[in-house]
């Protein structure tokens, strides 16, 4: 079946999508390691019965289309109505580009890395400063009204004027009946978001295009939204005009710095996908079993949570998580240290579920040194000590069974080196499944180490990722030679696949490097993937 791949009379695009052609295909995918092209049959992609953990769309444009004729429109509906609106602003044209970090990008200056020194804030950073304006990328929030509401960088008070001038750029154009998408200007592009009755601003100068840059505004303003709802924001704008929204947000900024650093350095966020701890099935079923049965009438998610990877998810028959609330979630329990000292109950608004109201979060550790947090999302506020007793009875139950002791080795090793794969010159790759939402990536290489090392890794992927998904003019593939290192991206209705080669690597190397690399991840999926996501 292999073979036939490499075929003259067959080849990959065949008239189904897959990599064997139409007459050789198994209804059994186990019989062969050989992976299929469409949506269902690609590593990854669970069991054929098995349910689907998020909100379901079968490309990356339908969970991020944007809805221009009403750019305003939010969801207030039940999970369906959730289903591939992530509103993401729309650009009517992107430069070529040639790399997706350019030298300038490269020299990060000094001033960057201060942002993350013991994760305080550069409040006191001066604005009128070069060292201010060198910075990368900047991100504002202000209200309709020109009030500042967030900077990532400085004061918002002494970035008052900016905002007020930003701000009336937004009305002058709107005001022609017209809507302001971006400026570019000296090497930079000013990308504007008007989400009423909020105003995103972002100020790069780097390669990203308007696109990338208006979606990381979108999670921005869902970060806001998160914590207040948009029923409460858009209350307290209409009583007053004016109205300093840091009031209601004051202490928060912690969760949006951290937000714009996942940004930077998550593949996850740009694919819309998580990635998973790599378990044995056999434990991982155990764990959702017994997530399973300590259930409440309330529950409506149950996550496991293993740092920045999921050990599993159990939900409510018919309800879905769309992949943006649970990265919010995801940057919630990252950046806040709190709950590692006792069991948490906070409100959290999961915007891409629900705009209008609060969820309540019961989320607590499995133990006090572990990284194993579990969160319990119900609909009921007053139900804290249910809650409280639903952990303890998974937790019973799994310290009786062996799955434990195996959840704790794969802790200690939550990722896995790419020379597994037995690809010498493969470096890296990430792999995303279209029907599962997950996706895998090995540990970083030394060349990537390095933090602006790995932020240019993940800005190479990103240029890759919006070739794929160019508005205008998508490609299926992209091969891209570089001096540090080669690069190719492939994107099929099952699957998106980067990868990241050895500079000596050929175009020839890197197409049977594919195939190798497809059929490991065929093999490996049971340990890499949730291929069987249960629900109550």
Same mark, same amino acid.
């Given at each position: =079946?292999?073979?036939?791949?490499?075929?003259?009379?067959?080849?990959?695009?065949?008239?189904?999508?897959?990599?064997?052609?139409? !007459?050789?295909?198994?209804?059994?995918?186990?019989?062969s390691?050989?992976?299929?092209?469409v949506?269902?049959?690609?590593p990854?992609?669970?069991?054929?019965?098995?349910q689907? =953990?998020?909100?379901?769309?079968?490309?990356?444009?339908?969970?991020?289309? !944007?809805?221009?004729?009403?750019?305003?429109?939010?969801?207030?509906?039940?999970?369906?109505?959730?289903?591939?609106?992530?509103?993401?602003?729309?650009?009517?044209?992107?430069?070529?580009? *040639?790399?997706?970090?350019?030298?300038?990008?490269?020299?990060?200056?000094?001033?960057?890395?201060?942002?993350?020194?013991?994760?305080?804030?550069l409040?006191?950073?001066?604005?009128?400063?070069?060292?201010?304006?060198?910075?990368?990328?900047?991100?504002?929030?202000?209200?309709?009204?020109?009030?500042?509401?967030?900077?990532?960088? *400085?004061?918002?008070?002494?970035?008052?004027?900016?905002?007020?001038?930003?701000?009336?750029?937004?009305?002058?154009?709107?005001?022609?009946?017209?809507?302001?998408?971006?400026?570019?200007? !000296?090497?930079?592009?000013?990308?504007?978001?008007?989400?009423?009755?909020?105003?995103?601003?972002?100020?790069?100068?780097?390669? &990203?295009?308007?696109?990338?840059?208006?979606?990381?505004?979108?999670?921005?303003?869902?970060?806001?939204?998160?914590?207040l709802?948009?029923?409460?924001?858009?209350?307290?704008?209409?009583?007053?005009?004016?109205?300093?929204?840091?009031?209601?947000?004051?202490?928060?900024?912690?969760?949006?710095?951290?937000?714009?650093?996942?940004?930077?350095?998550?593949?996850?966020?740009?694919?819309?996908?998580?990635?998973?701890?790599p378990?044995?099935?056999?434990?991982? !079923?155990?764990?959702?079993?017994?997530?399973?049965?300590?259930?409440?009438?309330?529950?409506?998610?149950?996550?496991?949570?293993?740092?920045?990877?999921?050990?599993?998810?159990?939900?409510k028959?018919?309800?879905?998580?769309?992949?943006?609330?649970?990265? #919010?979630?995801?940057?919630?329990?990252?950046?806040?240290?709190?709950?590692?000292?006792?069991?948490?109950?906070?409100?959290?608004?999961?915007?891409?579920?629900?705009?209008?109201?609060?969820?309540?979060?019961?989320?607590?550790?499995l133990?006090?040194?572990?990284?194993?947090?579990?969160?319990?999302?119900?609909?009921?506020?007053?139900?804290?000590?249910?809650?409280?007793?639903?952990?303890r009875?998974? #937790?019973e139950?799994?310290?009786?069974?062996?799955?434990? &002791?195996?959840?704790?080795?794969?802790?200690?090793?939550?990722?896995?080196?790419?020379?597994?794969?037995?690809?010498?010159?493969?470096?890296?790759?990430?792999?995303?499944?279209?029907?599962?939402?997950?996706?895998?990536?090995?540990?970083?290489?030394?060349?990537?180490?390095?933090?602006?090392?790995?932020?240019?890794l993940?800005?190479?992927?990103?240029? #890759?990722?919006?070739?794929?998904?160019?508005?205008?003019?998508?490609?299926?593939?992209?091969?891209r030679?570089?001096?540090?290192?080669?690069?190719?991206?492939?994107?099929?209705?099952?699957?998106?696949?980067?990868?990241?080669?050895?500079?000596?690597?050929?175009?020839?190397?890197?197409?049977?490097?594919?195939?190798?690399?497809?059929?490991?991840?065929?093999?490996?999926?049971?340990?890499?993937?949730?291929?069987?996501?249960?629900?109550?």
């Amino acid at each position: =079946m292999a073979a036939d791949v490499h075929n003259k009379g067959v080849t990959w695009d065949t008239m189904n999508g897959s990599l064997a052609p139409v !007459d050789r295909l198994r209804s059994d995918r186990s019989d062969s390691p050989t992976p299929g092209l469409v949506e269902g049959t690609e590593p990854g992609a669970g069991q054929e019965h098995a349910q689907h =953990m998020f909100v379901h769309a079968q490309s990356f444009e339908d969970l991020t289309a !944007d809805s221009e004729s009403n750019p305003d429109s939010e969801l207030t509906g039940s999970s369906h109505s959730a289903l591939g609106e992530s509103e993401e602003g729309e650009t009517k044209e992107e430069e070529q580009r *040639g790399g997706a970090d350019n030298e300038e990008e490269q020299k990060e200056p000094e001033e960057e890395k201060q942002e993350v020194q013991s994760g305080v804030r550069l409040k006191e950073e001066d604005v009128t400063s070069e060292a201010w304006r060198r910075h990368k990328k900047h991100v504002f929030v202000l209200s309709e009204a020109g009030k500042p509401i967030y900077t990532r960088y *400085g004061t918002e008070e002494a970035l008052s004027t900016t905002m007020g001038v930003m701000m009336a750029l937004v009305s002058f154009v709107e005001a022609e009946k017209n809507i302001i998408r971006a400026i570019h200007a !000296d090497g930079c592009r000013v990308v504007f978001l008007h989400k009423s009755p909020l105003v995103l601003v972002g100020v790069s100068r780097s390669s &990203q295009s308007d696109r990338e840059l208006s979606r990381e505004l979108q999670y921005v303003y869902y970060q806001i939204v998160s914590l207040l709802t948009l029923t409460q924001l858009n209350h307290v704008f209409q009583h007053k005009q004016n109205y300093d929204l840091r009031r209601l947000l004051a202490g928060s900024e912690h969760l949006t710095d951290s937000l714009l650093r996942l940004l930077d350095r998550d593949p996850g966020l740009l694919l819309n996908a998580v990635m998973s701890l790599p378990l044995a099935s056999s434990a991982r !079923d155990v764990v959702s079993a017994s997530l399973q049965a300590a259930k409440a009438k309330s529950l409506v998610f149950s996550i496991l949570l293993a740092g920045n990877r999921l050990v599993t998810l159990v939900r409510k028959k018919d309800q879905y998580l769309h992949h943006m609330d649970l990265h #919010l979630l995801f940057n919630l329990v990252g950046s806040s240290s709190s709950f590692r000292e006792g069991e948490g109950w906070t409100p959290i608004c999961l915007p891409k579920f629900n705009t209008a109201g609060f969820f309540h979060a019961h989320i607590s550790y499995l133990e006090p040194k572990s990284d194993l947090c579990l969160i319990l999302v119900s609909t009921d506020r007053e139900d804290f000590f249910n809650l409280s007793a639903c952990k303890r009875r998974f #937790l019973e139950r799994l310290r009786k069974r062996s799955a434990y &002791q195996a959840l704790q080795e794969a802790l200690r090793t939550p990722t896995y080196p790419v020379s597994q794969v037995g690809i010498p010159e493969l470096w890296h790759f990430v792999y995303k499944s279209k029907s599962s939402g997950l996706y895998t990536s090995p540990e970083l290489p030394v060349p990537y180490q390095r933090e602006e090392e790995h932020e240019r890794l993940i800005g190479l992927y990103r240029y #890759l990722h919006s070739c794929l998904h160019h508005p205008t003019r998508p490609l299926r593939s992209v091969y891209r030679c570089g001096d540090t290192e080669n690069l190719f991206a492939w994107a099929t209705s099952g699957f998106e696949l980067y990868l990241c080669f050895s500079p000596l690597g050929t175009k020839a190397l890197a197409m049977s490097a594919v195939t190798k690399l497809l059929k490991w991840i065929r093999k490996e999926e049971e340990r890499l993937f949730i291929l069987n996501p249960l629900t109550y």
